[in-house]
């Protein structure tokens, strides 16, 4: 078991009805011990520097990162087609990438 420095010190807040089920709901999922240790960890890994918040940060920027360059793809190739003579087969294509991108 690691060894922990003593917690004497006490911060307390107020919350709503509806913030303390969403507070004990997140404490379920990231699977605290109990409310205190999830505020104090959000807390401190949100302005504590610990870094796991910024690694965090940094995968969802790469996927977001990545969505958009598979969005600029599919328009180019929507904007290549449109300048097609069929209509439909461009909005049939746009469709199938539509489709695609949903389900993946």
Do not use: W, Y
């Amino acid at each position: 078991m690691a060894v922990t420095k003593p917690r004497n010190r006490l911060v307390n807040f107020r919350v709503s009805e509806e913030e303390f089920q969403t507070l004990r709901e997140a404490c379920l999922q990231g699977g605290a011990r109990s409310i205190s240790d999830f505020a104090r960890s959000a807390v401190l890994n949100t302005f504590g520097g610990s870094g796991e918040a910024e690694g965090q940060l940094k995968i969802r920027l790469s996927t977001i990162d990545q969505k958009m360059d598979e969005l600029d793809s599919s328009l180019r190739t929507l904007l290549g087609r449109l300048s097609s003579p069929s209509p439909q087969a461009t909005l049939d294509v746009l469709e199938e990438r539509l489709l695609h991108q949903h389900h993946s």
